[in-house]
Nanobody, 125 residues
Framework: QVQFVESGGGSVQPGGSLRLSCAAS????????VGWFRQAPGKEREGVGC????????KYAEFVRDRFRITRDNAKNTVYLQMNTLEPDDTAIYYC??????????????????WGQGVQVTVSS
């Protein structure tokens, strides 16, 4: 069964940091682009960033503003989202997923499948 499991969420104060993990099971992440997404209450799911499975690096949504970084460890079949300088607007449920078509390089959630259950991130003083 193809599955992602996110972990590492929690509550932090503004300016704090969190590192989310996205562990894959049932398939290998090697060669597959993986994306991070978030959904705040009352808002649509939006792309945070994605990391290429073919060595093309990563790209991020404009709101990230160099605060977040996505990395991957194919040996552990895991992708990470390091979030620094967190702001209250970053409060959301964060999800990871993989692209449905190997050649896609997009932050559009409709291009992804095998969504994890999500992990809550709350930024509040």
């Amino acid at each position: 069964q193809v599955q992602f499991v996110e972990s590492g969420g929690g509550s932090v104060q503004p300016g704090g940091s969190l590192r989310l993990s996205c562990a894959a099971s049932g398939f290998t992440l090697d060669g597959i682009t993986v994306g991070w997404f978030r959904q705040a209450p009352g808002k649509e799911r939006e792309g945070v960033g994605c990391i290429s499975g073919r060595g093309a690096g990563a790209k991020y949504a404009e709101f990230v503003r160099d605060r977040f970084r996505i990395t991957r460890d194919n040996a552990k079949n895991t992708v990470y989202l390091q979030m620094n300088t967190l702001e209250p607007d970053d409060t959301a449920i964060y999800y990871c997923a993989k692209v449905s078509r190997l050649w896609d390089w997009t932050l559009n959630p409709t291009a992804y499948d095998s969504w994890g259950q999500g992990v809550q991130v709350t930024v509040s003083s």
